[in-house]
């Protein structure tokens, strides 16, 4: 019995000295914990918080851009704000822990004195671990400018087709000096404007809608072109067709009346065209080889199929109205014919004063000649030039209307 109380001794004192240390880690670690969880959550909601401003970003440069658009459609002050809030509230930004701040033009920056949109965007991001620290928020903001650039006339150019590749093309030899005056194509497309060959131009800007592709360096007053720009407004959307008339018009005489001629208009020989308008049905309007082909104050609107096509020699001087519904509009082609093609050549001696409008067709200007003064412009679905021309900018005392180009809006702050 004496031998077996050391042994029971020293087995209490080993197990009160393991209780003492189990005691003593748990009280360690319980009064560690707090910091431990509150150590990880820190790093997780400063993860949060960092994506938190990232997205507040985007909707800042989402919102500044909303609110250019609207400055761009010409809308007052509370438009553009309202513009820019709900563009914000559709991005995720919570009206209910923020606030957002709209400037036309900007409050402070290099943008100051220029026509642009800036947006400051607060917003109160929660806390979720930390919370167990304080209760006060985190306050996070994001500032964007969008600026809006305003470009020349496109006074001689314009493709419309919102998708076509190499909408406005400029190939083979050709040479195309523009004064005053931005080459647009509306289409989507990469190439949506392109110069090829050994073809050269020379414009204040090209402006796309999608992009623009360049064998040859162009020369322009805007440091670069401009791509990703909004499409513009078609100029001759109100423009009504004109209506069939009878009888039908002979088409066999030396000097032509305005009306209606059914069975299409091929002209040879010396061809005078009376003012007036013309409306061309089931047939083309052909300038065939040596003709030539003479008329001031005419419109020629090309019913359903009719499409344009004159012949390399033949000499075509005509000339749109200067006043009237008509005004500065030489060719007029059916905007519900979608798939025609219209090709306009000529020898050098030719002028086509006015626009050849053909909305929805294609049009092929292969001639080395516009129109007098300068004064041709192309709007149609899509525009190929191959002939060399000089274009000019102010056409108006001939009753042609200024093609406004787009503005473009970028985000630059």
């Known amino acids: 019995m004496e031998m077996g109380r050391p042994i029971s001794r020293r087995l209490v004192r080993c197990l009160r000295r393991g209780v003492g240390t189990s ?19 820190l790093g997780i909601e400063t993860s949060y918080w960092y994506f938190s401003s990232l997205k507040l970003q985007a909707v ?91 470009a020349s006339k496109a006074c001689a150019f314009l493709a419309l087709n919102p998708s076509a590749p190499r909408a406005a093309l400029f190939s083979g030899s050709s040479t195309i000096t523009m004064t005053g005056c931005s080459v647009m194509s509306n289409s989507i497309a990469a190439d949506a404007l392109k110069l090829q060959g050994s073809a050269k131009l020379q414009a204040d800007c090209l402006i796309s809608a999608g992009g623009v592709s360049l064998s040859n360096p162009v020369t322009t007053v805007c440091a670069s072109p401009i791509t990703q720009a909004l499409p513009a407004g078609d100029p001759f959307a109100d423009l009504p067709a004109p209506p069939a008339t009878i009888p039908c018009q002979n088409a066999k005489l030396s000097t032509l009346s305005p009306g209606t001629y059914c069975s299409g208009l091929s002209l040879s020989g010396n061809v005078a065209l009376s003012p007036g308008v013309y409306v061309i049905q ?23 199929s009719a499409g344009v096509s004159m012949n390399g020699n033949a000499t075509v001087k005509l000339s749109a109205p200067t006043s009237g519904t008509y005004t500065g509009v030489l060719f007029y082609g059916d905007r519900g014919y979608l798939t025609g093609s219209n090709t306009f050549n000529g020898t050098a001696d030719s002028l086509l004063t006015g626009a050849l409008y053909f909305p929805t067709q294609d049009v092929n200007y292969l001639g080395n000649f516009s129109g007098k003064g300068g004064c041709t412009q ?35 702050e």
């Open 23 to 41: 005691g003593n880690v748990a009280t360690i670690f319980a009064l560690s914990l707090p910091i431990v969880v509150g150590a990880a959550g």
């Open 60 to 150: 800042a440069d989402a919102a500044a851009y909303a609110g250019a658009l609207e400055k761009v459609s010409g809308s007052d002050k509370p438009t553009i704000v309202a513009a820019a809030t709900l563009s914000a509230t559709t991005n995720g930004w919570r009206p209910s822990t923020g606030t957002i701040e709209v400037f036309t033009p900007p409050s402070f920056g290099p943008n100051v004195a220029k026509k642009a949109v800036e947006v400051i965007v607060h917003q109160n991001l929660d806390r979720f671990f930390t919370s167990i620290f304080t209760q006060n928020a985190i306050s996070a903001q994001a500032r964007a400018v969008a600026l809006i650039t305003d």
């Open 282 to 304: 089931g047939g083309d309007f052909k300038a065939n080889a040596n003709a030539n082909i003479s008329g001031a104050g005419v419109i020629i609107y090309l019913a359903g």
């Open 378 to 412: 192309v709007v149609a679905g899509t525009l190929q030039w191959s002939g060399n021309t000089s274009i000019s900018q102010d056409c108006t005392s001939l009753g042609m209307r200024n093609i406004p180009a787009t503005q473009s809006v970028r985000l630059v």
